[in-house]
């Protein structure tokens, strides 16, 4: 129920796991001001899928990453298991938060610039296919 960054004093991390490009995800566990232990974790889309769904809830997951690729927005998983490694519950996906990362202002114009001092321009992205597609749209890049 609302509240500000002073409620989050209340919760206890005791452990966390940082994010790396081999797991591609975070992950804590906290103790909440009500003693229950969760585990909270957020990363690359499908592997929080992968992690917490399944079938036809996994289908409609991937689905609204695509979705959301094909419009240019990446997408974060959320998701959060009661207890911890030990003796807790699976993890439940809690939503997809939808981010956009546009190109710099300056990038179409740089782009057209480089090419017209006979540079051809390649892009390298480590986002989905999808979201490539669409920013090399919106760039004039094809």
Not at 9 to 25: A, G, H, L, Q, S
Not at 35 to 45: E, I, L, N, W
Not at 60 to 66: L, M, P, S, T, V
């Amino acid at each position: 129920e609302g509240g500000g960054m002073e409620q989050l004093e209340d919760y206890k991390v005791t452990k966390f796991v940082p994010f790396n490009p081999v797991d591609k995800r975070t992950e804590a566990t906290v103790i909440a001001p009500d003693g229950k232990t969760y585990r909270m974790s957020k990363g690359a889309p499908g592997v929080m899928v992968e992690l917490c769904c399944q079938g036809s809830l996994k289908k409609e997951a991937e689905d609204k990453i695509i979705e959301n690729a094909q419009r240019g927005l990446r997408s974060l998983g959320i998701a959060i298991a009661e207890g911890d490694e030990s003796d807790g519950e699976e993890y439940k996906l809690i939503g997809m938060i939808s981010l956009l990362d546009p190109p710099r202002d300056d990038t179409e114009q740089t782009i057209v610039e480089a090419q017209e001092k006979g540079v051809e321009v390649k892009m390298i992205t480590g986002d989905q296919k999808a979201i490539a597609i669409e920013t090399a749209s919106r760039l004039n890049m094809g």
